[in-house]
């Protein structure tokens, strides 16, 4: 009877480990059981759907489909997804998507001979088989394979359609191309468009940037297009900053809202779509010298609503850092003398608040890519991810600064690679795609998606969570804080924003050895306070649900 007795407490003492929670404040994560020790690492949360979590699981070279029961998130099965040779070519995995509940696997090949860029789509089912109906989605024509360019993606918010994009160069021709299509829950295109641009090399300071793309509640489809280059002889800088809308209401057709700038440079922006049937951009810009020289560095950050009832450019607000936040990102004696940001900062994140305004996170990342070592396809490449402080803006519902602060980390991870492309940061030369980094799927899994943050913004309050330094408890002085280090030794740690922008730091209680790490770079978010989770400690993985309480 007392071995009984002693084997029972165990068994409980064993459940309540298996599925303890961790909490900072009113952020609660709870976790399923522990992963098999399989070397599959979840590099995306693909999404849930009858009662079942999808994940893609990536080992070496390797992708498996996962798949969890949605209330244990016990894993039910895992399966390897067989990519097969199409007319004798490879294709590359590109990414995975759950539209309206089935799952699309989506692909690259490269035709070398006829200068193709396919891509293509094909059902797969919860096995890992594809289907044999394979669906093609581009078949874009390029100058050559090294300016075959990328693919982006954007999923619908009710996961019903699919918006991707291909952009590539023409350097004999001096023109960019770039395709946008959209496609239904069966891959079926409902628009497409085309276009060529043509450029003046002779032009001084010339750019072409397409900024952003997005995809609204209603399928409307948009995209930000700035054109820059310095007029020498008017001592000017030009912008051509536009919007090119394709309205489903309208059969797709091509409408343009031009934003008029002057005596500014657009450096980036990032779009929002809302409910009230405006659209938001938000970006950073410079200033601009008397001779018409654009000075790159970040001077503050702009809003623009459009008007899509009458495609309207309804304000522009131009806000410049004040003092306080250039003294943290910039130091007190640089701030003194009026100094400018560096421009190593990319718009993450855009949430409307409550009251119709805006918060923009706004994160310092860069890619070191380091000396290959080895010889031909045997090369091997160290790159360094960074992310660290993100620049915290509050804008007003007119688009005017209500507040600003700096929320300080220091973030990096190194992996080694036997291939790098700069898909993610889009562009070359002249020409740039302006997106956020992005961790190719291929390089996750081996520590970059440690880095980052999530934001939770819930009852008009912001909250953010990211792995930090134990040593770091209680700092909020970007001046003090320590490097993450060994991101397997990590703690959370949350940041609460007020209604002034002033900040409340919460910390684990005490680091307790060997707790789950979260991964910010894997998580799907389901609603606007639970997010499905991927934590791990070493060798021990689990699938998690985060909540934040009321």
Request: proline share 3%; glycine share 6%; with cysteine.
């Amino acid at each position: 009877m007392k071995k009984t007795f002693l084997f029972f407490i165990l068994f409980v003492c064993c459940g309540i480990s298996l599925n303890a929670q961790n909490k900072i404040d009113k952020i609660n994560m709870t976790y399923g059981e522990e992963l098999p020790e399989d070397k599959q690492k979840i590099v995306k949360i693909i999404g849930e759907a009858s009662n079942k979590i999808y994940a893609l699981g990536l080992n070496k070279d390797d992708y498996f489909i996962k798949i969890f029961e949605s209330k244990s998130m016990k894993l039910l099965s895992s399966n390897p997804i067989v990519i097969p040779q199409i007319s004798d070519k490879e294709v590359d995995f590109e990414d995975i998507f759950l539209l309206n509940g089935k799952l699309y696997a989506i692909g690259s090949v490269f035709n070398k001979k006829e200068k193709i860029f396919n891509l293509i789509g094909t059902e797969i089912s919860e096995k890992g088989i594809l289907s044999k109906n394979t669906i093609p989605l581009f078949s874009s024509e390029v100058a050559k394979k090294s300016e075959r360019g990328g693919f982006y993606f954007k999923q619908s918010q009710d996961e019903g359609a699919l918006l991707i994009m291909h952009t590539s160069r023409f350097p004999k021709e001096d023109a960019i191309k770039y395709e946008v299509k959209l496609f239904d829950d069966k891959l079926a295109s409902l628009f497409s468009s085309e276009e060529k641009v043509s450029f003046d090399d002779s032009k001084k300071d010339y750019e072409f940037t397409i900024s952003d793309f997005e995809l609204n509640f209603q399928d409307d489809v948009f995209l930000v297009i700035n054109e820059s280059y310095r007029d020498s002889k008017k001592k000017e800088q030009i912008e051509k900053f536009q919007i090119h809308a394709f309205k489903k209401a309208n059969n797709y057709k091509k409408e343009v809202v031009d934003i008029n700038i002057k005596g500014k440079e657009i450096i980036n922006c990032k779009m929002m779509s809302t409910n009230k049937n405006m659209l938001e951009l938000v970006g950073f810009y410079s200033s601009v010298r008397d001779n018409g020289k654009a000075n790159k560095e970040l001077k503050g950050i702009y809003n623009a609503t459009i008007n899509l009832a009458t495609n309207t450019n309804d304000n522009l607000k131009f806000n410049e850092f004040d003092y306080a936040t250039k003294v943290k990102l910039l130091g007190e004696r640089r701030a003194k003398k009026g100094k400018d940001v560096k421009p190593l900062y990319s718009i993450t994140t855009l949430i409307e608040k409550n009251d119709g305004g805006i918060i923009v996170l706004s994160e310092l990342q860069f890619v070191y890519v380091g000396q290959s070592s080895g010889i031909g396809p045997l090369a091997f490449t160290p790159v360094t991810y960074t992310k660290n402080e993100i620049i915290v803006t509050s804008l007003k519902p007119d688009g005017s600064l209500e507040w600003s602060n700096v929320l300080p980390k220091e973030q990096s991870a190194a992996v080694t690679t036997m291939s790098f492309a700069f898909g993610a940061v889009g562009g070359n030369g002249n020409f740039n795609v302006g997106v956020a980094m992005s961790i190719p799927l291929a390089q996750m899994g081996k520590g970059p998606e440690y880095l980052g943050a999530i934001p939770i913004y819930k009852n008009g309050v912001l909250n953010i969570l990211f792995n930090d330094n134990v040593k770091n408890k209680g700092v909020t002085d970007i001046e003090e804080i320590k490097s993450l280090g060994n991101y397997n030794n990590a703690v959370p740690a949350l940041f609460i924003f007020d209604a002034n922008g002033q900040i409340t730091r919460k910390d684990p209680e005490e680091a307790i050895k060997n707790e789950l790490v979260i991964r910010p770079g894997v998580y799907y978010r389901k609603t606007p306070n639970e997010y499905i989770i991927y934590s791990s400690r070493k060798k021990l993985d689990k699938l998690g649900r985060m909540f934040l309480e009321d």
